[in-house]
């Protein structure tokens, strides 16, 4: 009831995930953050960088096993929350949508930065970010760091108030490592062919995989 309830998008585990293709990532760490001890001291985790790299992979994974040690999980896309709280404002509902994502003992938010937000849907961010403060466990990943995190809230000043509560006690794992997407492509030529058709590599010049993606 618990996996169908936190709204997983698919079902990712730990056992699925290839540390040794992400030598940034800290094995003994994740399995640890899977235990879900950091919910309980109400602590955040954000798993930040390029798109591909298992971001999503380990947040479904550590949401899952959260659920395994008997806590509540919740997961979400930015671009879903931020449209649900712009709604539920608009209607005269927002307490309600804020209860509904404060309810959970963990919060996961997916792609947060993909889009910049617009300033009204940062002040409600906001106003999550601090309901939840030390009261549960927050899960965030991203493909920008943190110090960009003002161009994502459109907002310096919003968006150091919610850095401000969600690094205060927090776990920041900055991935490093090629795309799994990117990987899969190369290895089987299918890369190498796709940029052999780009501008770019017809001029002589290199593409960029990132941009190629």
Known sequence: MGLKLAKFPAVRELS????????SVNEEQIRDLATG??????ESVLFLRPPGVGKTHLAVAVGRGAILSGYTVLFTTA??????LAKAHLTGR????????????LLIVDELGYLPLEE????????LVNRRYERGG???TSNRPVAEWGRVFGDAVVATAILDRMLHHSHVITI??????????RRSGL??????LLPSAAAGSQPNPEEAA
């Open 16 to 23: 699925g995930f290839d540390f040794g293709a992400q030598p």
């Open 37 to 42: 001890r950091f919910i309980a001291h109400g």
């Open 79 to 84: 671009a879903a929350l931020v449209a649900n």
């Open 94 to 105: 927002l307490e309600d949508q804020l209860i509904h994502y404060t309810k959970p003992k």
């Open 120 to 127: 009204d849907a940062a002040h409600l961010f906001f106003q």
């Open 138 to 140: 927050f899960l965030a």
């Open 176 to 185: 490093r490592g090629e795309s799994y997407r990117l990987r899969e492509k």
């Open 191 to 196: 890369f190498n062919s796709f940029a052999s």
